[in-house]
């Protein structure tokens, strides 16, 4: 038996648990495992986050905050901190992703994940004003946060897509500086809550909850403080799945109606400057998934994330990231690195 299992094993017999069969729930891009256990009429799920390449203390901070303003995450029933093991509430099956491929009501769906953002960031009323309520020491969405993300791409893709010598110190230099002035622009921004993950694989309906309550929310340990736009762009324009175009029109303009101190133009800009940062690093961890990792899965994903990363480049604030990307990488290079298809 493995350290890792016994320690496992031993969290759960502590816990009242122990002796019970807990199959894998669900694994995900990180090292975090997810266990169900079921006793009876009793349900729970272990989380496994292994240190030092996983620490808890984040997703217990998050998911009390969220509770205590009446949002839908995990309740937590038992923890250990030191090793990385959690017993949390099991919300179900019901995930966005299993609901749309049995065909449920996408616009439903998305109209209930948007009021969720729309509640979530009330409290920083015309979102130029920071939320007046944050959890304590949230990281910032800041410009070394961003510039360090937003490097995914040359350091991983690229090195796939082309060779180890082709990105230069010039011209990662060259890469952030062009990113500057939109970052800039987007940290002009109010602070609200970013759960930074806001997509059909972190969001369940939950029965018997009503309004923007009904929708459950994991996978928020990396929330940071930034701008609202994130989590709304990481919800309409996900990496996983197409969406189509007049749904996704519809639910900006079901945000912004919340928020009408936000102008379309600033809307427009910010949405597309966090798409094309969020997008590029995507597109860098998905190859690191598989070159590092061992986890070819999302490479299937990469062309459209490429799809949505030149759309965004069409905005204007974009134009000197877009040229970089037109120098640097040719069109045809521009989908899932042939190295990593062997």
């Known amino acids: 038996m493995s ?31 997810y266990y169900r256990l079921i006793r009876g009429d009793k349900r729970v799920v272990s989380m496994d986050a292994p ?57 439903a769906l998305y109209e209930l994940a948007t009021d969720v953002l729309i509640e979530l960031h009330k409290t920083a009323t015309d979102l130029h004003k920071t939320a007046t ?26 090195k796939a897509a082309f060779d180890d010598t082709y990105v230069t110190e010039e011209m990662t230099q060259s890469y952030l500086a062009a990113w500057k002035a939109a970052f800039d622009y987007v940290q002009k921004q109010a602070n609200v809550l970013v759960l930074r993950d806001y997509h059909v694989d972190n969001l369940l309906v939950l029965d018997g909850r009503e309004d923007w309550k009904a929708c459950g929310l994991l996978d928020f340990q990396d929330a940071v403080a930034g701008s609202a736009l994130y989590d709304v762009m990481s919800l309409l324009e ?12 519809e639910m900006k303009q079901r945000y912004l109606s919340a928020f009408p101190d936000m102008s379309r133009e600033e809307f ?72 990593l298809m062997s």
């Open 3 to 33: 350290d890792r299992l016994t320690l496992r094993e031993e969290f759960l017999k502590a816990h009242g648990w122990g002796g019970v069969d807990y199959p894998l729930l669900a694994g995900d891009a990180s090292f975090r495992k």
């Open 51 to 107: 240190p030092p390449q996983e620490d808890v203390r984040p997703f217990i901070q998050i998911a009390e905050f969220l509770l205590s303003h009446g949002f839908s995450a995990p309740q937590i029933y038992a923890q250990d901190v030191e090793n990385g093991f959690l017993l949390i509430e099991d919300l179900g099956d019901d995930t966005y992703t299993r609901l749309l491929h049995q065909g449920s009501d996408e616009k």
């Open 133 to 158: 309520d944050l959890p304590d020491n949230l990281p910032a969405y800041d410009e070394a946060l961003l510039n360090r993300e937003c490097l995914l791409l040359p350091e991983w893709w690229m």
């Open 238 to 249: 996900d990496a996983r799945r197409d969406i189509d175009e007049a749904l996704i029109e």
């Open 268 to 339: 427009d800009a910010v949405f597309a400057i966090l798409g094309a940062q969020r997008h590029a690093k995507v597109i860098g961890i998905f190859a690191r998934l598989c070159m590092r990792d061992g986890k070819p899965i999302y490479l299937k994903h990469i062309p459209r994330v490429w799809r949505l990363f030149e759309r965004s480049l069409q905005h204007p604030m974009l134009s000197e990231v877009k040229d970089w990307v037109e120098t640097h990488i040719a069109k045809e290079k521009r989908g899932i690195p042939p190295c």
